[in-house]
């Protein structure tokens, strides 16, 4: 029993694991609702059946329990899971409790499976399947140990099969929206309606239709990120961990970095569960997925508030030179790192990742097509922009990407998305934070678009290190559109979009300055947690499939340490 599959995973993940790298073709679940003599059951095909009823039990009544039937169809014929709900009395959900679980499942030959705190007690999962008399043989070999009541274990024998619950008996309740955000922004857009009239009116009403833009991009590219899957465990060797990186920064620039994060995280975690060394996989796998892998195209924060303020969006792929400077230093030192570390791997373990081999596959293929369709509508922003006027509708790429949004939705199996844990709920409190955040920045871009050159800010290396070291503490919107505005006022732009060119004004060049915002405002982000949004999804993914993550300091030294140099470099190649 590895420790990345241990205590960390939901019920749910964790069938959700046994059914795919098991190849399990059909499986039985049972649903009844607590306190009430009603069940029924639930056959399901693989995965994506599983996802269907698990949507399903998500809109039934609050107190409907679904549970895992041990009987599964696998391509070998029909098999049971080994499972297991210890006592509460003998085995409470205390690390006395634990260690005296560990104690029977090793007596009982359990050495790969899951461990999940059941709330009293803990339910126990077999990683692999065997024949009914195998499993009848199991549940006999219980017998004796107090751990596992006796009645338990004759009941499970008289059904012929066992079945664990999968989900508790109501919602945890409604996450909190970022209230601060809204407090602090309800006070500016007031005071700049009330303090100047029609000018404060015009800048909010501008400010509201860039923050639509942007929240619609951000709802598609989630909605749609939601409904891809992918399946299968690999083998968690230094080449693959180097492939999943590199296509995880390619990836950040067509889906955006939370959409790359959040499809490749899980399948990484999974290749690389039987390793008793990985932490330095997932710090990495922030550093370049989350961050400096998705300045190429302005598919996310902050880059597309550039485009919203009036930069081309082909104006980014001239960073390619940045980007590919950055990614293959770090991609370098990873490879490296991990080599180092899997040579040092007990034989054990990897001998135990042979064995879970399972072939990678993706689920929900049809998103693919609904997330190419949204990237050529926002390739297409200018033209239809233009058509835009023409016909008196300004918001033609706003209205293509809620089709896009749409079609993945009726389109899209649920069971990737169901998979995937998919929930309206953190793309909400984007749109609230971003409501406060648009509306707080108003007064404050003004200020630096109007007062920029004051501010001492005069070298594209002072751009570059203001806006990075900023962004590794704040949200690098904001501090994008700060200091573009700083730019702006520095060589007398009227929009973003002066600052493309390439003309030396004041002694530099406007596209400089630009590009050093860019990649400063992208890439130090990766310094914290908190840097980008991404960073601390992957982070929270990461402790719960079991790996134990650094703290906010220790990663903050860990980042500081493999990032700083390499941004020293670019400074001296670049911004000087």
Excluded at 185 to 210: M, S, W
Aim: charged letters at 15%; glycine letters at 12%; one cysteine or more.
């Amino acid at each position: 029993m590895g420790t990345e599959r241990f205590l960390g995973m939901t019920a749910p993940q964790v069938v959700e694991y046994l059914v795919d790298a098991n190849s399990v073709r059909g499986l039985l679940l049972t649903a009844y609702v607590k306190d009430r003599h009603e069940g029924r059951d639930y056959p399901a095909s693989g995965l994506a059946g599983l996802g269907t009823v698990l949507e399903q039990e998500r809109r039934s009544e609050p107190r409907t329990l679904i549970g895992f039937t041990s009987l599964v169809e696998t391509p070998e014929g029909y098999r049971q899971f080994p499972l297991i709900d210890f006592s509460s009395r003998y085995a409470p959900n205390t690390p006395e409790g634990l260690a005296r679980v560990l104690g029977v499942l090793a007596e009982l030959g359990q050495t790969q499976g899951f461990v999940l705190d059941s709330g009293r007690s803990w339910h126990y999962y077999g990683g692999r399947p065997v024949t009914h008399d195998e499993w009848e043989g199991f549940m006999r070999a219980c017998y004796g140990y107090d751990e596992i009541g006796p009645l338990y274990i004759d009941h499970q024998l008289r059904r012929g099969a066992s079945t664990l619950r999968l989900t508790t008996d109501g919602p945890s309740g409604k996450p909190q929206l970022p209230v601060v955000a809204a407090v602090l922004g309800a006070p500016t857009i007031a005071y700049l309606l009330v303090g100047f009239g029609r000018l404060g009116l015009d800048n909010v009403g501008g400010i509201a239709g860039e923050y639509l833009s942007f929240m619609i991009l951000m709802l598609t590219l989630y909605t749609i990120s939601g409904g891809i899957y992918l399946t299968g465990n690999l083998l968690g060797t230094p080449r693959n961990n180097f492939i999943f990186l590199l296509i995880g920064a390619l990836l950040a620039n067509l889906i955006g970095t939370t959409g790359a994060a959040m499809v490749l995280i899980r399948p990484l975690l999974r290749a690389n569960s039987e390793r008793t060394r990985t932490r330095h996989v997932v710090i990495f796998f922030i550093l370049v997925v989350c961050n400096i892998g998705g300045i190429l195209l302005p598919l996310g924060p902050p880059l597309f508030l550039g485009v919203l303020q009036g930069v081309s969006f082909s104006w980014t792929l001239r960073l390619w030179p940045e980007w590919l400077l950055v990614v293959g230093l770090v991609l370098a030192l990873f490879v490296a790192i991990d080599i180092y570390h899997y040579r040092r791997e007990p034989r054990a373990s990897l001998r135990a990742d042979a064995a879970d081999y399972v072939p990678m596959r993706i689920a929900g293929k049809v998103n693919l097509l609904c997330f190419a369709g949204a990237v050529l509508i926002v390739v297409l922003s200018g033209p239809l922009a233009t058509a835009g006027q023409h016909i008196g509708f300004p918001y033609l790429r706003e209205a293509g990407l809620l089709v896009m949004m749409a079609l993945s939705l009726i389109l899209g199996p649920r069971g990737p998305r169901a998979a995937n844990h998919f929930r309206w709920g953190p793309i909400v409190e984007v749109a609230v934070l971003f409501a406060g955040i648009f509306a707080v920045m108003i007064p404050a871009l003004a200020l630096l678009q109007a007062k920029g050159s004051d501010i001492g800010l005069t070298q594209p290396w002072h751009y570059f290190w203001a806006s990075g070291g900023l962004s590794a503490f704040l949200d690098n919107g904001p501090t994008y559109l700060a200091f573009t505005a700083a730019a702006q006022g520095q060589v007398g732009a009227v929009s973003a979009a002066g600052l493309m060119s390439t003309h030396v004004v004041a002694g530099v060049a406007p596209s400089t300055l630009l590009a050093a915002v860019s990649c400063g405002a992208s890439m130090m982000g990766a310094l914290s947690y908190i840097g980008n949004a991404p960073n601390f999804m992957v982070k929270a993914v990461a402790e719960a499939s079991g790996l134990k993550m650094p703290s906010f300091v220790s990663y903050l030294g860990y980042a500081a340490i493999i990032l700083l140099p390499i941004f020293a470099v670019v400074t001296l190649v670049f911004f000087r």
